[in-house]
């Protein structure tokens, strides 16, 4: 299927590693001009090079934290007419509520809330003047089944779900759409570092707590990042603009809920 969207420009963030990187390969691989955006420079310079291979759209990069007010002008003082905007950011440590102080509530909204709507902001406007815009916001599946101990993430991340519910539907008769992808297991790196640290603290190793969790899951496997990649790619596409709104949830059957 053709996307349609060759050609057009996209912000891709978090984009070194995992999720990110998947989306912007999905949306290179449709001819869509890719800046991706990440912290440290040497693995997203090293993610731009296996982008760039795939001789799809143009790609560019930058090395910005986009939860900081000077990281997010850097980016778009180098570009600023995103037709696709693709935010991502690592959630927060878990841990007890009782030991959190506010500072760690304040990082944690400001980086898996306030940080993706200052992005919004910055880009929503140039969208709907042009007729075209396509938002994605990648959260969590712990938006739908809160995950005990990780409240930080889970309060963050439903507070921009909130916020997106009413800006998707202001912004869609002028052709702009915002979504969420809420990821459930997924092979990253990030997982895998979970699994050690609660391996370390049930006193297992970190293939018994995998396992653990592989018993349990109804796909009896986690989810590959190109699989979010491309349902990503989709929901930016001009087939998916009557897709507005929605949290679509990608955990391989694991939400024992029906809607």
Not at 33 to 49: G, K, Y
Not at 186 to 204: C, H, P, S, V
Not at 244 to 249: H, K, S, T, V
Request: with cysteine.
């Amino acid at each position: 299927m053709d996307l349609g969207i060759a050609g057009k420009k996209a912000l891709v963030c978090g984009a070194s590693a995992g999720l990110g990187f998947a989306c912007a390969k999905a949306l290179v691989k449709e001819g869509v001009d890719v800046l991706i955006v990440a912290r440290t420079e040497v693995p997203l310079a090293n993610a731009a090079e296996q982008l760039r291979a795939l001789q799809g759209g143009q790609v560019s990069y930058l090395a910005a934290d986009v939860t900081s007010i000077e990281g997010r002008s850097h980016i778009f003082s180098t570009q600023s007419d995103f037709d696709i905007l693709i935010t991502n950011s690592g959630g927060p440590p878990s841990g007890d509520f009782r030991n959190w102080v506010r500072e760690d509530w304040l990082k944690a909204i400001e980086a898996n809330m306030l940080s993706p709507i200052e992005l919004m902001k910055q880009t929503v406007d140039g969208m709907m003047f042009r007729g075209f815009g396509r938002i994605v916001n990648i959260t969590s599946s712990a938006v739908k089944s809160p995950v005990d101990g990780l409240g930080l993430s889970n309060g963050a991340r439903s507070g921009l779900t909130g916020f997106v519910a009413g800006l998707a539907r202001s912004v869609v008769a002028k052709g702009v759409t915002v979504n969420n992808l809420l990821p459930g297991t997924f092979e990253t790196a990030r997982l895998a570092k979970n699994f050690a640290a609660q391996a370390a603290r049930q006193g297992i190793s970190a293939d018994a707590a995998i396992q653990a969790r592989l018993a349990k899951h109804p796909a009896h496997r986690f989810g590959q990042p190109d699989e979010l990649g491309h349902t990503c790619a989709y929901l930016c596409s001009i087939h998916a603009g009557y897709i507005n709104g929605q949290n679509i949830l990608l955990d391989g059957g694991s939400f024992p809920g029906v809607f």
